[in-house]
């Protein structure tokens, strides 16, 4: 399966099974893109349901606030894969 979409180098069918090699980083941006535009939904969905300057301001925190957790949750999930793939290249050096 080497050079599907998203899948690592050297991906096996029985890797799926048997959880050897890590599928979730390839598919990060995409859950990432998607939390984001949920967010940005559920932002504006606040905006109009509370039409006033309160609202208004409610939501554009809420935008803000949610796109800048997102992105560090993500972040913070990318790091520890990227942990991962580095101490499986150490241990297959020895």
Same mark, same amino acid.
């Given at each position: 399966?080497?050079?599907?979409?998203?899948?690592?180098?050297?991906?096996e069918?029985?890797?799926?099974?048997?959880?050897?090699?890590?599928?979730?980083?390839?598919?990060?941006?995409?859950?990432?893109? $998607?939390?984001?535009?949920?967010? /940005? #939904?559920?932002?504006?969905?606040? @905006?109009? &349901?509370n039409?006033?300057?309160?609202?208004?301001?409610?939501?554009?925190?809420?935008?803000?606030?949610?796109?800048?957790? $997102?992105?560090?949750?993500?972040? /913070? #999930?990318v790091?520890?894969?990227? @942990?991962? &793939?580095?101490?499986?290249?150490?241990?297959?050096?020895?």
């Open positions: 399966m080497e050079g599907y979409f998203m899948f690592p180098k050297g991906f069918p029985r890797d799926l099974f048997y959880l050897n090699k890590m599928v979730t980083p390839g598919f990060m941006t995409l859950i990432y893109w $998607i939390i984001c535009g949920l967010s /940005i #939904l559920c932002a504006l969905a606040y @905006i109009i &349901s039409f006033s300057l309160v609202g208004l301001i409610g939501g554009l925190v809420l935008l803000v606030v949610g796109l800048l957790y $997102i992105r560090v949750l993500c972040e /913070i #999930l790091v520890i894969f990227k @942990i991962n &793939s580095n101490l499986q290249k150490i241990a297959d050096k020895e």
